[in-house]
C-alpha cells in the first residue's frame, strides 16, 4: 500500500509527522510512503528515511476556511496528497491538519460515491473488547434522515471489513432506548433503518457507546465531533488521575517497572491515539483524518490504519453496498 502523508498537517507538524513516520518505518522498513509538503522543509529530517518527497508549496493553516483552501491553496499539501489517490499513485491519504479542509479537498478532488450526498467520518470508539464504530464525528453536522441511513449501510460494512465483525449491530444514538424517544430527525431515522438492510437494534444512548452495546452507532455529526472530543477529554483526565492514584497509593510496595506496566495495560483499553486516524466514508478515495494533537505514535498508528482501509475496504466494494440497497432510490 502507498500512503500519502500530509507532512505539514498537524499541531507540530512537521516534526511530529516526520517522528511517527520513522517509528512506522522502524516497523514496516518495506512500507511506500510518500510525504507530502514544503521540501525545503523536509529534506533534512528525512534524508535517512525511504521514502518519497513531493513537494507542496502552500500549506493549510488549521485555522483556514475550507472553502478558502479549496479556492485558493490547491497547491497545499492536503490538495497535492488527495490528488495523488485521484491519480492512484497512492492508495490512501492521512492528514492531521485541519479536519475540515481534509473533507473538502476529499469532495472536490475524489467526488462523491453515487447516492451519497454527505459524507461520514467515522470513529472508531475504544470498548473493553474492541471498538465501537461511530459516525459521523464531524464530516455533515446537519442531517437529514436518509444521510444517518447512508452512514449505517457505509459503517455497517466498514465493520465487516475492517474489523471482522460478521453481522454488525447498528444503534441509532438518541435520548432513550424507546422509539418515540429523540427528536424528529432520530424518528425518521428509525423508520428507515427498520426497514434497511441492517441488523438494527433499536435506540442506544451515549452510555452504551463504549459498553459495545452496538458494533455500529450513527447520529449527525454536531453530535458526533462532541462525543469524540468529550471522549478525548475525558481519557486524558484519566490517565492523569490514574497515575496521580498509583502514585499515591502503591507508593514503594509497587516497583517502578510494574507501576509503569500496569498503567500502560490500562491506558490501552481507553487511548483514542490506538487507531489513530479516522476514516472518511461516502468519497471516491481513501481519506484519513487524525487529530491535530497527535504526537509520533498517533501518526504511526495512523498510517497503519490507512493501509488497513486500503486493503481492506475497496472502494468499489463500499459504491456497490450502496448501489445493491434499494431503499437510498
Known amino acids: 500500500m502507498r500512503i500519502a502523508i500530509d507532512a505539514m498537517g498537524g499541531d507540530r ?18 512500507a511506500e510512503i510518500l510525504l507530502v509538503g514544503q521540501r525545503e522543509k523536509l529534506e533534512d529530517s528525512c534524508a535517512d528515511l525511504p521514502v518519497q518527497l513531493v513537494d507542496a508549496p502552500s500549506v493549510v493553516g488549521m485555522n483556514e476556511s475550507p472553502s478558502s483552501a479549496v479556492k485558493y491553496l490547491r497547491d497545499s499539501s492536503i490538495a497535492v496528497a488527495t ?25 472536490f478532488t ?31 453536522v446537519d442531517c437529514r434522515p436518509v444521510h444517518l441511513l447512508n452512514f449505517a449501510i457505509m459503517g455497517s460494512l466498514y465493520s465487516q471489513l475492517a ?6 449491530k447498528v444503534g441509532l444514538l438518541s435520548i ?18 427498520e426497514k434497511a438492510p441492517l441488523n438494527f437494534i433499536g435506540n442506544v444512548e451515549g452510555v452504551d457507546i463504549m459498553r459495545g ?3 455500529v452507532i450513527v447520529c449527525d455529526g454536531f453530535v458526533g465531533n462532541v462525543i469524540l472530543k468529550f471522549g478525548e477529554g475525558l481519557v486524558e483526565m484519566f490517565s492523569r488521575a490514574l497515575k496521580l492514584e498509583t502514585d499515591h497509593v502503591l507508593g514503594a510496595d509497587f516497583d517502578s517497572a510494574h507501576r509503569i506496566q500496569f498503567f500502560r495495560e490500562t491506558m490501552k483499553r481507553v487511548d483514542y491515539t490506538a487507531y489513530g ?18 504526537g509520533p505514535q498517533a501518526i504511526a498508528n495512523g498510517i497503519r490504519a490507512a493501509q488497513t482501509a486500503a486493503a481492506k475496504c475497496p472502494v468499489d466494494a463500499i459504491r456497490q453496498a450502496i448501489e445493491a440497497s434499494c431503499v437510498l432510490a
Open 13 to 30: 507538524a512537521p516534526n511530529d509527522v516526520i517522528a511517527g513516520v520513522r517509528l512506522f518505518l522502524a516497523e514496516k522498513p518495506d
Open 83 to 107: 490528488q495523488l489517490v485521484k491519480e492512484k499513485k497512492a492508495d490512501a491519504l492521512l492528514s492531521m491538519g485541519n479536519s475540515g479542509a481534509a473533507v473538502a479537498f476529499a469532495l
Open 110 to 140: 475524489l467526488g462523491r460515491m453515487p447516492h451519497i450526498t454527505k459524507p461520514a467520518i467515522v470513529a472508531p470508539m475504544p470498548t473493553l473488547e474492541g471498538y465501537t464504530l461511530l459516525l459521523d464525528v464531524g464530516a455533515t
Open 163 to 168: 474489523f471482522n465483525v460478521t453481522h454488525p
Open 176 to 193: 432513550g432506548e424507546e422509539k418515540s424517544k429523540g427528536n424528529e430527525l432520530t424518528q425518521e431515522t428509525w423508520k428507515l433503518l
Open 213 to 215: 452495546s452496538a458494533d
Open 277 to 294: 486516524g479516522a476514516l472518511l466514508l461516502g468519497v471516491n478515495g481513501h481519506c484519513l483524518i487524525g487529530h491535530g494533537r497527535s
